[in-house]
């Protein structure tokens, strides 16, 4: 049974950075896809970034292309959000997902575990 666990948001000022990390109890890890969507007050869930299993394709929304990175580290059942330059719009709850498919999608519909959510908000 696949269980995400979120750590790493907070408060950051605009322009700052922050790195989001999720952890998964899986012992299959390589196996899934794993991506991050957002959702932000009064809007619909979207999606931010995903990342094949073994880490070779990614693939990221316009919004935060060039500016976050998805990474994973298999050993350690994780998968990281690094973001940089943040804006005052990236404010939101993430969340990581695991697809269990190798192959990456942007489609939340195709996630099928969830992490609890991590709350960003950028300052002006």
């Known amino acids: 049974q696949v269980q995400l666990v979120e750590s790493g948001g907070g408060l950051v000022q605009a322009g700052g950075s922050l790195r989001l990390s999720c952890a998964d109890s899986?012992?299959?890890?390589?196996?899934?896809?794993m991506g991050w969507f957002r959702q932000g007050p009064g809007k619909e869930r979207e999606f931010v970034a995903s990342?094949?299993?073994?880490?070779?394709?990614?693939s990221y929304a316009d919004s935060v292309k060039g500016r976050f990175t998805i990474s994973r580290d298999n050993a350690k059942n994780t998968v990281y959000l690094q973001m940089n330059s943040l804006r005052p719009e990236d404010t939101a709850v993430y969340y990581c997902?695991?697809?269990?498919?190798?192959?990456?999608?942007?489609?939340?519909?195709?996630?099928?575990?969830w992490g609890q959510g991590a709350q960003v908000t950028v300052s002006s």
């Open positions: 899986g012992r299959t890890f390589s196996s899934y896809a």
């Open positions: 997902a695991a697809r269990l498919r190798r192959w990456i999608s942007t489609d939340r519909r195709e996630y099928r575990y």
């Open positions: 990342i094949s299993g073994n880490g070779g394709t990614t």
